[in-house]
């Protein structure tokens, strides 16, 4: 199983992402692409990744081959996450043939309803959902 986790600002979100993902699926492979080189950094300091990249081109080219993308709802808005995210990138995602497990986050001039910001049952619920993508995959 092929899975992208994209974050920028800090790359903390994905961190926990790309630790968590690994505790349930210690098979998969796991590429983290950040926006920048800090959210990036601190996606390899987890020492969970199979492969690190940052940047736009990083971000497209990750997109084509991914079975699974995960991150912060932004990763698929047009200049979100305080302009990290360019349009080509938000259509890389968008666009792409994997599964996306969109987290929401109530940051950066964008409110989602209903969501609680930061609630640790956000991310268990997607870690639940790649499980079940991840046991599906392997029949």
Known sequence: ??????????????????????????????????????????????????????????????????????????????DAMLGEISPAMANAVASSPAYRILIPMNLCRTYIAGVASGSAAILEDAMQHIRQMIEKENG
Do not use: H, W
């Open 1 to 78: 199983m092929n899975i992208l986790v994209i974050d920028g600002q800090g790359g903390r979100l994905g961190r926990k992402l790309v630790e968590n993902i690994r505790k349930i699926c210690p098979e998969a492979d796991i590429t983290a692409v950040g926006t920048n080189s800090i959210a990036t950094g601190n996606m390899m300091n987890s020492g969970c990744a199979d492969q690190l990249a940052t940047g736009e081109n990083a971000v497209i080219v990750a997109c084509r081959t991914a079975q699974i993308i995960v991150g912060p709802f932004g990763i698929a808005t047009a």
